[in-house]
C-alpha cells in the first residue's frame, strides 16, 4: 500500500487547510487511519485517528478545531484544519493500517508542509 498526502500550504492563523491522504495499491485492505505531525526538534505526534467502523479520536491540541474523516470507496482520508494556529505548524504525515492474511502492517505517506504564519 502507498500512501500519497497532499493538501498543505501556507496560511494564517485563523484560516483552514483540508489535507488528503489516498491509499493505493492491488488488493489490499486498510483498517484504522490516521494523521500525525513533526515539526523540527520534536517527536512525531498522533493528531487524529479515524477506524474502519470506530469513531475518530483527536489529540488534545486540535479538538473542536480539527476533523478526520474518511471515504472508504475512494481509499481516502480527509483531515479538515480549521482556526490554524502557529504551533499548528509542522509536516502532517498520513498513516494506515493494512491488513494482510490476519497481520496488520503500519504504512506512512510522504508528509506535506503546513505552515501557519502569525
Known amino acids: 500500500v502507498q500512501l500519497q498526502a497532499s493538501g498543505g500550504g501556507l496560511v494564517q492563523a485563523g484560516g483552514s487547510l483540508r489535507l488528503s491522504c489516498v491509499a493505493s495499491?492491488?488488493?489490499?485492505?486498510?483498517?484504522?487511519m490516521a494523521w500525525y505531525r513533526q515539526s523540527p526538534g520534536t517527536q512525531r505526534a498522533r493528531v487524529a485517528t479515524?477506524?474502519?467502523?470506530?469513531?475518530?479520536t483527536y489529540a488534545d491540541a486540535v479538538k473542536g478545531r480539527f476533523t478526520i474523516s474518511r471515504d472508504s470507496n475512494k481509499n481516502t482520508a480527509y483531515l479538515e484544519m480549521t482556526d490554524l494556529k502557529p504551533e499548528d505548524t509542522a509536516v502532517y504525515y498520513c498513516?494506515?493500517?493494512?491488513?494482510?492474511?490476519?497481520?496488520?502492517?503500519?504504512?506512512w505517506g510522504q508528509g506535506t508542509q503546513v505552515t501557519v504564519s502569525s
Open positions: 495499491g492491488s488488493n489490499f485492505s486498510i483498517g484504522s
Open positions: 498513516a494506515a493500517t493494512e491488513i494482510d492474511g490476519g497481520r496488520t502492517y503500519a504504512r
Open positions: 479515524i477506524g474502519s467502523g470506530a469513531g475518530p
